[in-house]
């Protein structure tokens, strides 16, 4: 079982910058592929970015790259998004998800085991 707990989320005007933290439990943390997605009112749940179990590999939607990275830290067991130059458009909830893999991340939602509560990221115009 792996618990996680988002945090970091706020109210941030355009251009901003935010940094999204994900604290997981359990002794599966540094087995897991992670992955952050995103929710928007009306909108289906969307991924954001993932990070493979040893942190060598990063992948990004086309939507954030350049601007958001994830990282990690296995001894901290926490996972984290650090996020720049947000637009309006990148309001929504976000969540952390872990997949007990050493595969690839999976950019499909349904593919991920865990979930944390959520955090909401607004960004005002």
């Known amino acids: 079982q792996v618990q996680l707990v988002e945090s970091g989320g706020g109210l941030v005007q355009t251009g901003g910058s935010l940094r999204l933290s994900c604290a997981a439990s359990?002794?599966?943390?540094?087995?897991?592929?992670m992955g952050w997605f995103r929710q928007a009112p009306g909108k289906e749940r969307e991924f954001v970015a993932a990070?493979?179990?040893?942190?060598?590999?990063?992948y990004y939607s086309d939507s954030v790259r350049g601007r958001f990275t994830i990282s990690r830290d296995n001894a901290k067991n926490t996972v984290y998004l650090q996020m720049n130059n947000l637009k309006p458009e990148d309001t929504a909830i976000y969540y952390c998800?872990?997949?007990?893999?050493?595969?690839?991340?999976?950019?499909?939602?349904?593919?991920?085991?865990?979930w944390g509560q959520g955090t909401q990221v607004t960004v005002s115009s």
């Open positions: 998800a872990a997949k007990t893999s050493f595969l690839t991340p999976p950019r499909a939602a349904r593919e991920y085991d865990y």
């Open positions: 359990g002794r599966t943390f540094s087995s897991s592929a």
């Open positions: 990070i493979s179990w040893s942190a060598r590999n990063t």
